[in-house]
């Protein structure tokens, strides 16, 4: 147990020594204004996908898919309970159509893809790095359809365009890939692993620079802020974990599943508000309390559910 908790402390503390990183490089000017739109930019046209299709490419299979439904049926269903949880929660927050859609995303999207895969492949490798995606297969196109949709408040309707993103494709192209039993050259296939290396630390490198802009004393005095996370980092895995156990599912898919809905809160309540001119602060106050939180949070969550 204590093992767990050391390791996986251990992982979280080097990903927030890269936060950290990105942080006081931004506070010392060694990265200006625009070099959050190139390392966004790198992270979503090259590392994230090179993670996405390196993962399926050499894991998936139709065998594999089969045996593993599991994990994209029970990943759906806690999407379904993670949407209707985060509409209500965000009424009970506020009023405004705005904040309702950051505390909406908050509690719907943890920060698996830039926090969770990187940390799931650090501790168990790239098979159950595999089920982790396949328990976030449904999230993640809900992600970048619903998600995107809350966060833009100029946004009237829903659009499936949004799903032709490079992670998308990406992982549509592994698992062309995996079910044919195509091979990179293997100088290509280093490159694509090398690139997938860059993610965790490029990431947080990211989250650090953004966090840099946002006044501190706000960030930890929003009490609303705090009840958020509490449900998104504690209530949801605790859910999650109590239903599949009393459901009688084994231990992988029990780690799997509430492992990735203990992680941070995801990133884009930042990035996409300010891409479109919006305020982020309330995303920015939320990401930086919750990979605080994370230190402790996430860490803990692992060790008890290796005691499951």
Known sequence: MAQTFGITLNQVLMMFIFLLIGYFAKKGK?????????????????????????????????????????????????MIFEIALG????????????ERGVYAYTVMFPNYTYFGYPLILALYGEEWLYYAMMFMLVGNIVCYVLGFYILDPTKTKLSFKSLLNPPIVATAVGIVFGIFGIKLPKVMSTAVQNAQNCMAPMSMILAGYVLSSLPLKKAFTNVRVYLTLFVRMVFIPFCTALALYLLGFDKTVII??????????????????????????????????SNVAALIITPAAFMILAMI
């Open 30 to 78: 060694l990265l200006n204004d625009s070099a959050g739109g190139v390392i966004s930019n790198l992270l979503v046209w090259v590392f994230l996908p090179a993670m996405c299709f390196n993962t399926f490419a050499t894991q998936f299979n139709i065998t594999s898919l089969f045996k593993n439904i599991n994990f994209v049926i029970i990943g759906a269903f806690v």
């Open 87 to 98: 509409f209500l929660w965000a009424k009970l927050m506020t009023k405004d159509k705005f």
């Open 256 to 289: 799997i599943s509430a492992g990735m809905m203990a992680m941070p809160a995801g990133l884009n309540s930042i990035v996409v508000p300010a891409s479109k001119g919006l305020n982020s602060t309330l995303g920015a106050c939320i990401a930086l309390i």
